[in-house]
């Protein structure tokens, strides 16, 4: 089964920098999408920005020019590098995986099947 591990998340000041990390395994197709999503207390699960096999990305207005999602040299990691933090960035951010290279990507949760158990970013002012 896939298999998806968090990392990198902690505390920032207002308009620092972050990288979190995400480790898959368990893959059986070289077809496959890979995203990042938050949640705040009492918010809805947000999709921020994912890539498919294709190395193609997609990113949510709130996040574009400020966040970039990349990969390792292997694919086994996937990154999401985060600039310009603000407090409304404060969330609980997720690994998320889907067994499909979607094209277009897609950002809804019910599009990714396999979910990490997500790295806490807490931004402050």
């Known amino acids: 089964a896939v298999q998806l591990a968090e990392s990198g998340g902690g505390s920032v000041q207002s308009g620092g920098s972050l990288r979190l990390s995400c480790a898959a395994s368990?893959?059986?197709?070289?077809?496959?999408?890979l995203g990042w999503f938050r949640q705040a207390p009492g918010k809805e699960r947000e999709g921020i920005g994912a890539?498919?096999?294709?190395?193609?990305?997609t990113y949510a207005d709130s996040v574009k020019g400020r966040f970039t999602i990349s990969r390792d040299k292997l694919k086994t990691t996937m990154y999401l590098q985060m600039n310009s933090l603000q407090p409304e960035d404060t969330a609980m951010y997720y690994c998320a995986a889907a067994g499909v290279s979607y094209s277009p990507l897609q950002l809804g949760r019910k599009f990714f099947p396999y979910w990490g158990q997500g790295t806490q970013v807490t931004v402050s002012s």
């Open positions: 368990g893959f059986t197709s070289r077809l496959y999408s």
């Open positions: 890539i498919n096999s294709d190395d193609a990305t």
